[in-house]
């Protein structure tokens, strides 16, 4: 078994489309990893230029916010979900 990741509708034209996918990983890291070698151009939608999660995409592991927990070495397992949520503003 692998770990569900939720694609969000702006990043789906990335994924052809599909609104989630499974992939086998280790921890958040290894994940956006393999989702970039799958899907072209995924990884720099998420991590910016030095390593880290950018500050207007939220992830989150069975519901947990990974800035509250390791960040991208956050430990993923076999039945896992990923949710991508990009932050919404407006006034």
């Not at 995924?42 to 509250?68: A, Q, T």
């Not at 960040?71 to 397992?77: A, K, P």
Request: charge should be negative; avoid cysteine; hydrophobic fraction near 35%.
């Amino acid at each position: 078994m692998s770990v569900l990741v939720r694609i969000p509708t702006p990043l789906r034209r990335m994924t052809n489309g599909l609104d989630k996918v499974e992939m086998e990983s280790s921890n958040l890291s290894e994940l956006v990893e393999k989702l970039d070698t799958e899907y072209p151009g995924f990884k720099e939608r998420l991590v910016d230029e030095n390593g880290e999660l950018r500050y207007f995409v939220n992830v989150y592991v069975n519901g947990e916010d990974v800035r509250f927990l390791k960040g991208l070495e956050t430990s993923t397992d076999s039945g896992d979900e990923v949710s991508i949520v990009p932050a919404v503003a407006g006034g």
